[in-house]
């Protein structure tokens, strides 16, 4: 799993059928906020949010029919209270 901070949404004008419900967002990890990762975000998370995203097989077998077009999930907002 990795922790990354919720940076903006990908907004797009068409998709894929395939993909799966829910929304586009740009993380940047906790361990190199340089690099960005586009996921799948079925949880709603907001800009700013830290969340737990995992990637690869990962996240393509999460669905009960694996998507392999799904590289990186969102699967936990981080609550620190």
Sequence with gaps: MI???V???VWVSTKLKELPSG????VAP????NEHIV???P???GEGERVLLVTGSTAS???S???KIIDALVVASIDHS
């Design 23 to 26: 929304a586009l967002v740009t």
């Design 30 to 33: 906790d361990s190199n906020k």
């Design 39 to 41: 996921a799948l975000d």
């Design 61 to 63: 077998n999460y669905f």
């Design 65 to 67: 029919t694996p998507n």
């Design 43 to 45: 949880l709603g998370c």
């Design 3 to 5: 922790a990354a901070t």
């Design 7 to 9: 940076i903006g949404k």
